[in-house]
């Protein structure tokens, strides 16, 4: 289904900003694709002695605003326009936080989870090698995305360090914290999108600790959400992971779930009600946070969500029909490229550290992300109540016209 492509739907949501500013639409042609899409083959040993062959991507949408930036995704679906369309979210995301990035993204057409460590050290190293000419700390910046993390990471410092000569730790973002990683940076995407939300039941006159939330997904994002949101008094009454969903009225606990996940593999052996992840989503509650892939919410369930807020922690997880849907319905959306945006802001501050060479508190970190973040908040919501625009929208106009100025600054 086209509205489910999301390299469409993100030209869709570009377009239209640029027609709802009124801009000369050359900058759409410009802006409608990435400036530059390297696929690249992956040969590896596998541990049983047979040689498999993966895909990678690395796309570089643009760098008006500064060197592009954005997360590397391991994962089965990883398809060229899936990599374009979030590196295309890449830029709008770093204009939005008024981070001087633009935006990129990569990823492995493959399944962590039926690999052993060595042969994801091995995808990881040889993804790198076939990347290395168009990345750098002052050229394309990756950092964690879905199945990949901090250990990934350093797998990509250590490999590009070698390819240089000298240890580069700019090259990656979301390192661990002994190779020149950021207090923070594991939970900024979720911190900010707790900021945000925040922000979101303010405007409708609610309190977090009254609040109920659903939260699909419980990785990194997932996880980190449902744990801050839980000790900050909120009541996470659904969880859930890719084998299925769990549902508890009275509350569920975090940390108690992530135990449960490492031992037996799911959130869905927790105390609770089980249930599929269609159902979670279609849950009463207050926020209902998507925290795993795209395309969730759709033009076939965006009419059954009865969530206040819907603040979307992961990348692209509502269609452009559902979005349009779930705006007339009155739900008030805070969208991806605001709600997801903590992550690159943190990543920012860990490139800003090591190019300094000196680290920063976690108060240092927390403070500068809370006021980035907010302030970016209302900024969009001034947006949308002065233009009558969904907050997507005004998101999207909000960074289209800073990185359309920049390229007019630049000489285009
Ligand atoms: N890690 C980061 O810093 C950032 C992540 N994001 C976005 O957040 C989303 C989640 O990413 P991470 O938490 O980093 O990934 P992760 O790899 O840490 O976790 C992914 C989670 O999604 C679950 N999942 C997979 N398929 C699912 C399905 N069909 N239904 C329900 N759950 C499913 C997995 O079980 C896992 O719990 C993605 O859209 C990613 O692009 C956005 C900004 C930054
Ligand atoms: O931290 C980063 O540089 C990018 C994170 C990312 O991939 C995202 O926001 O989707």
Redesign the pocket.
């Known amino acids: 289904m086209a509205d489910n492509n999301v390299f469409l739907a993100a030209q869709k949501q570009i377009r239209l900003a640029c027609e709802r500013l009124g801009i000369d639409m050359g900058y759409y042609e410009i802006l409608k694709q990435p400036k530059r899409v390297i696929e690249i083959s992956i040969p590896v040993r596998m541990d049983d002695g047979r040689i498999e062959v993966y895909t990678g991507y690395r796309s570089q949408h643009d760098d008006t605003l500064g060197p592009a930036k954005g997360?590397v995704?391991f994962h089965p679906s990883v398809t060229v326009d899936e990599v374009k369309a979030?590196s295309m979210w890449m830029t709008i995301k770093c204009a939005i936080v008024g981070v001087p990035f633009g935006g990129g993204k990569g990823g492995v057409n493959c399944n962590p989870k039926n690999l052993s460590q060595r042969e994801i050290e091995e995808i990881t190293r040889e993804y790198i090698r076939g990347i290395s000419p168009i990345i750098g700390s002052d050229k394309d910046i990756p950092?964690?995305?879905?199945?990949?993390?901090q250990q990934v990471m350093a797998w990509m410092v250590d490999e590009y360090s070698k390819i240089k000569g000298y240890t580069d730790h700019g090259i990656v973002t979301?390192k661990p914290l002994l190779l020149g990683g950021s207090v923070g940076?594991n939970e900024?995407?979720a911190m900010g999108c707790v900021i945000t939300t925040m922000e979101a039941l303010k405007k409708l006159n609610m309190s977090l600790d009254e609040a109920t939330v659903v939260i699909?997904?419980?990785?990194?994002?997932?996880?980190n959400l449902a744990k801050i949101l839980y000790e900050a008094g909120a009541k996470i009454i659904g969880v859930?992971?890719?084998?299925g969903?769990l549902f508890n009225q009275e509350g569920l606990v975090p940390k108690e779930l992530l135990e449960i996940k490492k031992s037996k593999g799911s959130v869905i052996y927790g105390e609770g009600e089980v249930i599929t992840?269609q159902k979670l989503l279609e849950t009463k509650c207050d926020v209902l946070i998507p925290?795993?892939?795209?395309n969730?919410i759709n033009e076939k369930n965006a009419c059954r969500i009865k969530a206040k807020i819907v603040a979307e922690?992961?990348?692209?997880?509502t269609t452009v029909a559902a979005s349009k849907i779930l705006n007339e319905r009155k739900i008030l959306v805070v969208p991806?490229i605001l709600a997801?945006?903590?992550?690159?802001t943190v990543?920012y501050f860990e490139w800003v550290q090591n190019r300094m060479n000196y680290y920063w508190t976690d108060q240092q970190v927390n403070e500068k992300l809370e006021k980035i973040m907010a302030d970016a908040f209302q900024n969009i919501y001034q947006m949308h109540e002065e233009k009558s625009v969904d907050m997507r929208e005004a998101a999207f106009m909000i960074a289209i016209n800073r990185v359309v100025q920049g390229l007019k600054l630049r000489g285009l």
Do not use: I
Request: aromatic fraction near 6%.
């Open positions: 997360g995704r979030l950092a964690p995305d879905v199945y990949t993390n979301g940076r900024a995407t699909q997904g419980f990785g990194n994002a997932g996880f859930s992971d890719s084998k969903a992840n925290a795993a892939l795209e969730q922690a992961a990348n692209g997880p991806d997801s945006a903590g992550g690159v990543s």
